[in-house]
């Protein structure tokens, strides 16, 4: 079974940037295909990203689509999300998540795991 921790999350001013890792232990997310999800206090979670298993296909939200950046090392079992030109409304808190498939997906309901988060904070 995988396990998925996250990192990276933190407080950012509007405009700056961050760096979220997510490191899967376990067995290797080679075959997995992965997204970032984020859940904002009060509301539902959200899909922001997906990643191929190969890396090679990548989708985003249309509200973060040139802003964020997803990426994956297999080598290394890890998955990112750069997030550049951070906004008040990226604020929340952000899962990784593995799909046992080859390409990813928007729907929550697709991903077998999940980790337990990584809050950002972006003040205005």
């Known amino acids: 079974q995988v396990q998925l921790v996250e990192s990276g999350g933190g407080l950012v001013q509007a405009g700056g940037s961050l760096r979220l890792s997510c490191a899967a232990s376990?067995?290797?997310?080679?075959?997995?295909?992965m997204g970032w999800f984020r859940q904002a206090p009060g509301k539902e979670r959200e899909f922001v990203a997906t990643?191929?298993?190969?890396?090679?296909?990548?989708y985003y939200a249309d509200s973060v689509k040139g802003r964020f950046t997803i990426s994956r090392d297999n080598a290394k079992n890890t998955v990112y999300l750069q997030m550049n030109s951070l906004k008040p409304e990226d604020t929340g808190v952000y899962y990784c998540?593995?799909?046992?498939?080859?390409?990813?997906?928007?729907?929550?309901?697709?991903?077998?795991?999940w980790g337990q988060g990584t809050q950002v904070t972006v003040s205005s």
């Open positions: 998540a593995a799909n046992h498939a080859l390409y990813g997906s928007t729907l929550y309901s697709d991903y077998d795991v």
């Open positions: 376990g067995r290797t997310i080679s075959r997995y295909a």
């Open positions: 990643i191929s298993w190969s890396g090679t296909s990548t």
